[in-house]
């Protein structure tokens, strides 16, 4: 008498099996119970990292080049527009529980692709990781334009080198490559830990950039004084994409989860850091389109007058964190590579030719796509609206399958993945035809 094997989603097959078999199969289910008690256990115990470290690399995932394109995401939807910045938030914050949810039920998930992966198989955790690694693609390109457009900024007159009467510097396409040469060293590393250290600093520039720009707008006579749009309706899928890009942390969220040593801290953590990124970011939009109203562009640095100290530390701010992070953004990607190599070949100078080929190729795109926050959008409505909004839903909804009850939880689960497709189809239209119309 046998009963076929359930994973949660598959029918099962009841043959009425006996009274003694019954009891056998409630033993065995008991045993199986308790190994997983004890290894969910197990897995918990690994964590070291406290609570308010772990706040501290929750929000140093949470910062990034975002901050700088919020007042430009504000601009073109208006004021009322700065509701859809929180319920982005919560949302998201509201998907990261479910990420750990889905971790909890199985003590060998420990990444964003092993989720997919238990939920979907092999071809699931494939398509993640492709995703992910694109998503990581493109923020490095957008790391590299964002140097380019500052530096022209700042030193817009500026020749590098001068070679047989030909000028090497002051266009946006030259800083360009000098960054992607200074960058190059530590592409070239197999040991990233210094470079991690000094990009955990994405905290505190995060705060420097702020209260710079709040010092160029209240005491270097930039003022507060624009008063802007309430709606503006066609600008609204651009401004939901740059929300949905300031909250693409997700695939870090079970690193940070297995890393604690209190793992039932982890949804304090999260609110922690999500309640005081979403105060960063909309301090940041109201500060900036206050200062500089719909003529505020895709980074408000590029606004801020150079003249000025606090405007050159906000630049320098923002220039410095992109540098430390690009080799940390690319590494799955090459790993992924290099892993893939027959071990022949898996040798030293074939793996400097795929660092150097894949930062060649995210200049040529840099160069090519010189559109930071059209760039940005189409990664926020197509790359992190699946990863933050849709991927948490459709494989929490995949491994728990019909567990969950009839309650408010998969009306509201469903309610995210409506608001999550429509992110994607209409930012990502409008994302492609803007960077179209531009090129």
């Keep these: 008498m046998e009963v076929e094997p359930c994973d949660g989603f598959s029918l099962v097959k009841l043959l009425l099996p006996d009274k003694k078999h019954q009891e056998n199969e409630v033993i065995k289910a008991k045993q199986e119970a308790d190994e997983e008690i004890y290894a969910s256990h197990h897995h918990k115990s690994i964590g070291t990292t406290g609570f308010f470290k772990a706040c501290f690399n929750g929000l140093n995932a949470l910062s990034g080049v975002g901050l700088v394109s919020v007042p430009y995401a504000l601009s073109k939807g208006g004021w009322l527009s700065l509701i859809l910045l929180f319920i982005i938030s919560v949302v998201t914050w509201y998907t990261g529980l479910l990420i750990r949810r889905c971790m909890d039920l199985n003590s060998s998930i420990k990444t964003y692709p092993d989720i997919a992966e238990h939920a979907f198989g092999y071809k699931g955790r494939m398509a993640v990781s492709i995703l992910l690694h694109l998503e990581l693609y493109l923020v490095a390109t957008g790391f590299l334009i964002s140097e380019g457009d500052n530096l022209h900024n700042l030193l817009p007159d500026m020749v ?196 150097t080929t894949l930062l060649i190729s995210t200049v040529i795109v840099a160069l090519v796509f010189p559109f930071f926050g059209y760039l940005m959008a189409l990664v926020g409505a197509f790359l992190s609206a699946i990863a933050s909004m849709l991927l948490p839903c459709i494989c929490y909804l995949k491994i728990f399958g019909n567990n969950q009850g009839l309650g408010y939880e998969p009306v509201i689960i469903m309610g995210i993945l409506l608001f999550g497709i429509s992110v994607v189809v209409v930012g990502t239209y409008t994302s492609l035809a803007q960077i179209i119309q531009r090129l």
């Design 160 to 355: 590098v080198l001068e070679v047989a009467g030909l000028k090497i510097g002051g266009s946006k396409q030259s800083f360009v490559v000098i960054i992607a040469l200074i960058i190059l060293p530590s592409v070239w590393l197999d040991d990233l830990s210094i470079v991690s250290y000094i990009s955990v600093s994405g905290v505190l520039a995060s705060f420097i950039v702020i209260g710079s720009t709040a010092w160029a707008g209240a005491v270097d006579g930039v003022g507060f004084h624009r008063r802007g749009v309430l709606v503006s309706l066609a600008g609204l899928p651009t401004t939901v994409s740059l929300y949905t890009f300031c909250y693409c942390a997700h695939p870090v969220f079970p690193t940070l989860y297995t890393s604690m040593k209190h793992k039932h801290q982890f949804s304090q953590v999260l609110l922690l850091c999500f309640v005081i990124s979403t105060i960063g970011y909309a301090s940041m939009a109201v500060m900036g389109y206050l200062m500089f109203g719909s003529s505020v562009k895709s980074q408000v640095t590029l606004n801020l007058p150079i003249e000025k100290l606090s405007s050159r530390i906000a630049i320098c701010t923002t220039l410095i964190n992109p540098i430390t992070k690009y080799a940390l953004m690319i590494t799955p990607i090459r790993a992924a590579f290099e892993n893939g190599l027959p071990r022949r070949y898996n040798k030293g100078p074939i793996r400097l030719l795929i660092r």
